[in-house]
C-alpha cells in the first residue's frame, strides 16, 4: 500500500441483525462493527471502533508496511452479548498482539437490517498523489 501517501488503513465488517424481541413486531435491531485501523500519521497506534466513542486508541504501535510487500494480517473479534464487540487480538506476519477490548456496539432501534458487509479503507492524506492497496484473500 502507498504508505508514504496514506493516513491510514482500516479492516472490518459490519454484522446487522435482530437481538431481542425478534419476530414480534418490536424488533430490536443492532450493528456489530468489528474494524481496525493502522493510523499511520495521526495516533501512530492501532485503533478499534466503539459505536460510542468512535476509533479508541490501543497500546499497539502501528508501523509503516514495506510498499509492494506482502503483510499478512489475521483479526479475531467475538460478539460477548447483544451490545458489544471483544476485540480479543491481531496476527500481523505471525506475531500475535493482544488486545482483550471490549467495545459498544451500535443499536439500530426497530431498523429492520440483517446484513454482513466486509470492508477495507485506504485513507489518504492532502498529498495530491497515487495511493495503492491490495486485498488477495478474504
Given at each position: 500500500m502507498g504508505v508514504s501517501n496514506s493516513q491510514a488503513v482500516v479492516f472490518g465488517f459490519d454484522q446487522s441483525m435482530c437481538t431481542s424481541n425478534c419476530g414480534t413486531g418490536s424488533d430490536q435491531y443492532t450493528?456489530?462493527?468489528?474494524?481496525?485501523?493502522c493510523?499511520?500519521?495521526?495516533?501512530?497506534?492501532?485503533?478499534?471502533?466503539d459505536a460510542n466513542a468512535g476509533w479508541v486508541a490501543t497500546n499497539r504501535n502501528c508501523v509503516a508496511f514495506t510498499p509492494l510487500a506482502?503483510?499478512?494480517f489475521t483479526f479475531h473479534f467475538a460478539r460477548p452479548d447483544s451490545n458489544h464487540v471483544t476485540y480479543t487480538d491481531f496476527v500481523?506476519?505471525?506475531t500475535t498482539y493482544p488486545l482483550n477490548m471490549?467495545?459498544?456496539?451500535?443499536?439500530?432501534?426497530t431498523t429492520a437490517t440483517h446484513e454482513f458487509i466486509p470492508w477495507v479503507d485506504l485513507d489518504g492524506d492532502?498529498?495530491?498523489?497515487?495511493?495503492?492497496v491490495w486485498v488477495d484473500q478474504w
Open positions: 450493528r456489530f462493527r468489528y474494524a481496525m485501523q493510523d499511520f500519521k495521526g495516533s501512530g497506534v492501532w485503533r478499534v471502533w506482502f503483510v499478512h500481523i506476519k505471525g471490549t467495545q459498544a456496539a451500535e443499536s439500530l432501534g492532502t498529498t495530491t498523489a497515487g495511493y495503492s
